[in-house]
């Protein structure tokens, strides 16, 4: 889990390097909100939107007591 995000904060990194338009892009986005994921629910993880506006990924067992 920990080194998909590894991977995708460096795709991130290489997309905005020296792009401004991608920089931009990004910047502009606004949250949505969370939405289900068949591969986080096959690796039992599922996503979490808190109260302080973070998304968090968490086991599908500790969400469903929320």
């Known amino acids: 889990r920990t080194v998909i995000i590894q991977w995708v904060v460096l795709a991130i990194r290489n997309l905005c390097e020296n ?3 991608n920089q931009a892009l990004i910047a502009s986005m606004t949250r949505k ?3 289900d ?3 986080l629910l096959e690796m039992g993880l599922t996503l979490h939107a808190g109260d302080d506006s973070k ?3 968490m086991p599908l ?3 469903a007591s929320l």
């Open 19 to 21: 792009n401004l338009e």
């Open 33 to 35: 909100g969370v939405v």
């Open 37 to 39: 994921s068949s591969v």
């Open 55 to 57: 998304i968090v990924v």
């Open 61 to 63: 067992n500790r969400h």
